[in-house]
């Protein structure tokens, strides 16, 4: 078995951010995935901003094939040092507004407190620091793509590590294969020694080529003939080595060749004709189920 060293082997398991100051607001971007058959996307972002969410999906998509990803958007106003940036006029109209909002429907006139004032200051900046989302995403956009490239980086990092594993597995896969085709050796041969040997201890003299005996040798020999699935276990090994060098993504081919070789081992297990060969297709089922479950978290 060959260890190729380069690999764009992605694990689904990512985490990324990113932080950008603005003219008003300053800009929080977490982006953070986990393995999913499909594509999932969960989005948080302030509720004036809900229209972006689809800009933000196709943006993903063009880098992430699959996987349960959460973004999250955090927005904070910006304040000024040294005291209060209070702006009177603009206060003045939300006040006037509110008095006669409370004139029209007949509720009593609010007292005009300072706590009032600051809570009505408080709401008029939060509009006026969450941007239209039209002209918001001018700077969302590098920032999440700043996010998703550190979600990236991790991808990347974790792909080699599972690579690693995933070899190093094979590899002891394919010592196991090895040792199934060296037990399966000779066991026409040893079959045939045993029938004799049975039949002539209960009395029963047979010549080796009686049509009996050989038409029982040729029915045990075709019912522990494991050849075949030897033959495709080998070649499975190897499309899985090749698939993990492939530059697209790879999770389900590797899921469907997992499959592929489980349904050989099974087999292989249900041919088996001596303890030895059956403790070695527990051992390949004990590993392939740990290669199945690393597969789970490749993109």
């Known amino acids: 078995m060959v260890l190729l060293e380069s690999s764009n082997m992605k694990s689904m398991t990512g985490f990324g951010r990113a932080r950008k100051e603005c003219s008003n607001f300053d800009l929080t971007i977490d982006v953070s995935s986990v393995n999913k058959k499909g594509f999932e996307l969960f989005v948080s972002l302030p ?33 000024s040092q040294g005291g209060l940036s209070l702006n009177p006029d603009a206060l003045k109209k939300a006040v006037d507004e509110l ?42 956009e590098p920032a999440l793509s700043q996010a998703v490239a550190q979600l990236e980086e991790m991808q990347d990092a974790e792909g080699k590590e599972l690579k690693a594993d995933l070899t190093m597995r094979l590899q002891l896969i394919e010592n196991l294969v090895s040792q199934v085709e060296e037990n399966s050796k000779g066991t026409v041969e040893k079959y045939k020694e045993q029938l004799l040997q049975r039949l002539a201890t209960s009395g029963l003299e047979l010549d080796p080529n009686d049509e009996r005996v050989l038409k029982e040798i040729c029915l045990f020999a075709d019912r522990c003939d494991i050849c075949e699935e030897i033959t495709r276990l080998k070649s499975h090994i190897k499309q899985f080595l090749s698939t993990m060098e492939e ?5 389900r081919k590797m899921d ?12 292989t297990a ?26 789970q978290n490749i993109l």
């Open 99 to 140: 008095k006669s909002t409370c004139q029209i429907l007949g509720t009593p006139q609010p007292d005009i407190t300072p706590d009032l004032i600051l809570k009505i200051d408080e709401r008029l900046s939060q509009n006026a620091s969450q941007a239209d989302w039209e002209d918001a995403w001018a700077d969302v």
């Open 47 to 79: 509720r004036d901003w809900t229209p972006m969410e689809r800009l933000i999906a196709q943006a993903l998509k063009k880098s992430i094939a699959r996987g349960k990803v959460s973004v999250s958007i955090k927005v904070e106003k910006k304040t």
């Open 270 to 295: 249900s041919k088996a004709n001596s303890l030895e060969l059956t403790k070695l297709a527990i051992e390949l089922k004990n590993e392939l189920e740990r290669i199945r479950e690393q597969t």
């Open 247 to 251: 530059q697209d993504a790879v999770g």
């Open 256 to 267: 469907f060749i997992c499959q592929e070789m489980g349904r050989e081992i099974n087999t």
